[in-house]
């Protein structure tokens, strides 16, 4: 039965052979009309077996973050690790993946340096994959689009939505605090915050209403005349 993340490749025997040869030994990118691949050099090289940060660990994955000191990478640090998990065969070392990664699929989401290579990876990583996160209309309206099981998928939704509960949260928690200083926030879900915020403008257009009607009594008296 074949994988449904195999891509066939129908070129000649001879011209797949000159483009392996090519893709290992000389290392420099090609390019044809608007299609190309990138210059590997001996910086890529070293992350394969020496990777020094997070991101260059499991860059097989695909679109990792980078910086890790972001509220989005924190959000996303076990879902990645739920995804190495499921995607490396117990006996390949990581080392491995990111050498198909870099060889066979350009270090991309997108490109295909090795047809050959780039299959062997999506067949060891059972197509699990990170394809790209994002926030869209605020910082916090994470977007996380993945190829993988249920349960990985479940996850990722769930991370997108508490991270969009907490900030969204920090948002309404900010507005009350502007109304009132003194305000103690009742964390936990945003319906609760906006409820607190709506009894408090509630409260407020009391005051302000009571406040006018003293303010024209004592205009009725006479208090505010010259």
Same mark, same amino acid.
């Given at each position: 039965?074949?994988?449904?993340?195999?891509?066939?490749?129908?070129?000649?025997?001879?011209?797949?052979?000159?483009?392996?040869?090519?893709?290992?030994?000389?290392?420099?990118?090609?390019?044809?009309?608007?299609?190309?691949?990138?210059?590997?050099?001996?910086?890529?090289?070293?992350?394969?077996?020496?990777?020094?940060?997070?991101?260059?660990?499991?860059?097989?994955?695909?679109?990792?973050?980078?910086?890790?000191?972001?509220?989005?990478?924190?959000?996303?640090?076990?879902?990645?690790?739920?995804?190495?998990?499921?995607?490396?065969?117990?006996?390949?070392?990581r080392w491995f993946l990111r050498f198909l990664h870099l060889f066979g699929s350009d270090k991309s989401v997108v490109?295909?340096?090795?047809?050959?290579?780039?299959?062997?990876?999506?067949?060891?990583?059972?197509?699990?994959? #990170?394809?790209?996160?994002?926030?869209?209309?605020?910082?916090?309206?994470?977007? #996380?689009?993945?190829?993988?099981?249920?349960?990985?998928?479940? !996850?990722?939704?769930?991370?997108?939505?508490?991270?969009?509960?907490?900030?969204?949260?920090?948002d309404i928690a900010e507005d009350i605090l502007k109304l009132d200083p003194e305000a103690k926030i009742i964390w936990?879900?945003?319906?609760?915050?906006?409820?607190?915020?709506?009894?408090?403008?509630?409260?407020?257009?009391?005051?302000?209403?009571? !406040?006018?009607?003293?303010?024209?009594? *004592?205009?009725?008296?006479?208090?505010?005349? *010259?």
């Amino acid at each position: 039965m074949k994988s449904k993340f195999e891509i066939m490749d129908s070129r000649p025997f001879r011209e797949r052979v000159v483009d392996f040869s090519q893709s290992m030994l000389f290392w420099r990118g090609r390019s044809k009309g608007s299609i190309y691949t990138r210059d590997i050099d001996w910086g890529d090289i070293k992350e394969i077996f020496f990777p020094q940060s997070f991101e260059e660990k499991y860059g097989y994955l695909g679109s990792v973050p980078y910086d890790e000191k972001s509220e989005v990478f924190k959000a996303m640090y076990p879902l990645i690790l739920a995804m190495d998990y499921e995607a490396r065969p117990k006996w390949c070392p990581r080392w491995f993946l990111r050498f198909l990664h870099l060889f066979g699929s350009d270090k991309s989401v997108v490109r295909v340096r090795n047809f050959r290579l780039h299959n062997l990876e999506k067949k060891l990583t059972k197509g699990i994959f #990170i394809w790209d996160y994002k926030t869209k209309w605020e910082w916090y309206d994470l977007r #996380i689009s993945i190829s993988a099981p249920k349960h990985l998928q479940d !996850l990722a939704s769930a991370i997108e939505n508490d991270f969009y509960s907490r900030g969204r949260q920090e948002d309404i928690a900010e507005d009350i605090l502007k109304l009132d200083p003194e305000a103690k926030i009742i964390w936990g879900s945003v319906d609760m915050l906006i409820k607190q915020y709506n009894d408090l403008m509630d409260r407020k257009s009391e005051q302000k209403k009571s !406040l006018k009607k003293i303010m024209k009594g *004592d205009e009725d008296l006479g208090l505010y005349t *010259d």
